[in-house]
């Protein structure tokens, strides 16, 4: 079958047609792409210095919040005994200047609490009052500080990685106090056949409101494990005999916040 001149004419021109509206289309759909492109290219801010941030985890300098819970383990001493559960928490920053790749120095600031939950099934010696109570503590308000040098170990990137710290640390006990719990039984009083009572005695002479000692710390990126010995004697020696004292080593974890 032949196709008339007039068909085939008409027919060429609707492949004309054809191909020039697939290729606008094509077209168009370039520049659209082009200009999607362009503008996400346009919108990314890219520092071309070359400068590198002093602040970092891995950098020149670098702070972050913690937390310290610890646990007051002994040596236990005959007199001034006390429970398992007396511990530590504190709150503080953490400043860091990098010296090297593998060094760095570190210093803390912040608040302590401790408390000494003393034993009722042991006998009591000075400065402590001798009497038997439900139950005791003896607790300090501390505004402490301290100063380590870091070991880094390690490849890592901008983040702090696995470390080892050793140095001092030093409290200022700014609030000290006894405070015990009695049970009564008392059937002519007010209050009650058993009614109890909570005595608190603040500004204790016998404690000392310096105290210093060493600290070792290990961790990672947001969490570790430390201990503390302190030095000196937190009981005044002319208020007691033979060096008697609270426990002076502590062990326990910390916590880290610094995104």
Same mark, same amino acid.
């Given at each position: 079958? $032949?196709?008339?001149?007039?068909?085939?004419?008409?027919?060429?021109?609707?492949?004309?047609?054809?191909?020039?509206?697939?290729?606008?289309?094509?077209?168009?759909?370039?520049?659209?792409?082009?200009?999607?492109?362009?503008?996400?290219?346009?919108?990314?801010?890219?520092?071309?210095?070359?400068?590198?941030?002093?602040?970092?985890?891995?950098?020149?300098?670098?702070?972050?919040?913690?937390?310290?819970?610890?646990?007051?383990?002994?040596?236990?001493?005959?007199?001034?005994?006390?429970? !398992? !559960?007396?511990?530590?928490?504190?709150?503080? @920053?953490?400043?860091?200047?990098?010296?090297?790749?593998?060094?760095?120095? @570190?210093?803390?600031?912040?608040? $302590?609490?401790?408390?000494?939950?003393? $034993?009722?099934?042991?006998?009591?010696?000075?400065?402590?009052?001798?009497? @038997?109570?439900?139950?005791?503590?003896?607790?300090?308000?501390?505004?402490?500080?301290?100063?380590?040098?870091?070991?880094?170990?390690?490849?890592?990137?901008?983040?702090?990685?696995? !470390?080892?710290?050793?140095? @001092?640390?030093?409290?200022?006990?700014?609030?000290?106090?006894?405070?015990?719990?009695?049970?009564?039984?008392?059937?002519?009083?007010?209050?009650?056949? $058993?009614?109890?009572?909570?005595?608190?005695?603040?500004?204790?002479?016998?404690?000392?409101?310096?105290?210093?000692?060493?600290?070792?710390?290990?961790?990672?990126?947001?969490?570790?494990?430390?201990?503390?010995?302190?030095?000196?004697?937190?009981?005044?020696?002319?208020?007691?005999?033979?060096?008697?004292?609270?426990?002076?080593?502590?062990?326990?974890?910390?916590?880290?916040? !610094?995104?």
């Amino acid at each position: 079958m $032949r196709l008339k001149n007039s068909e085939l004419k008409l027919f060429l021109i609707i492949i004309v047609l054809l191909g020039t509206f697939s290729a606008r289309a094509q077209f168009d759909i370039d520049i659209r792409d082009t200009t999607k492109f362009t503008r996400s290219l346009v919108d990314v801010t890219i520092d071309t210095s070359g400068k590198i941030t002093k602040f970092g985890p891995n950098r020149l300098y670098f702070g972050h919040g913690l937390c310290q819970v610890g646990e007051k383990v002994g040596p236990q001493v005959y007199g001034l005994q006390t429970n !398992w !559960w007396s511990g530590s928490i504190e709150y503080g @920053v953490r400043g860091k200047l990098k010296l090297w790749s593998w060094e760095a120095l @570190v210093m803390d600031f912040g608040y $302590r609490y401790d408390r000494y939950s003393m $034993r009722k099934d042991t006998p009591k010696l000075l400065p402590l009052d001798p009497t @038997v109570h439900q139950r005791e503590r003896i607790s300090t308000h501390n505004l402490s500080a301290s100063f380590c040098d870091r070991l880094n170990f390690g490849r890592r990137g901008n983040v702090m990685g696995s !470390w080892l710290d050793f140095g @001092v640390y030093a409290d200022w006990s700014f609030r000290t106090a006894n405070v015990f719990v009695d049970q009564h039984y008392d059937s002519n009083s007010p209050s009650g056949y $058993r009614y109890k009572s909570k005595t608190k005695v603040t500004r204790l002479p016998y404690m000392e409101s310096i105290n210093y000692g060493w600290t070792v710390r290990v961790g990672g990126d947001y969490a570790g494990v430390f201990a503390q010995w302190r030095m000196n004697n937190i009981i005044k020696s002319n208020y007691t005999t033979n060096d008697r004292d609270l426990p002076k080593l502590t062990i326990g974890i910390e916590i880290y916040n !610094w995104d």
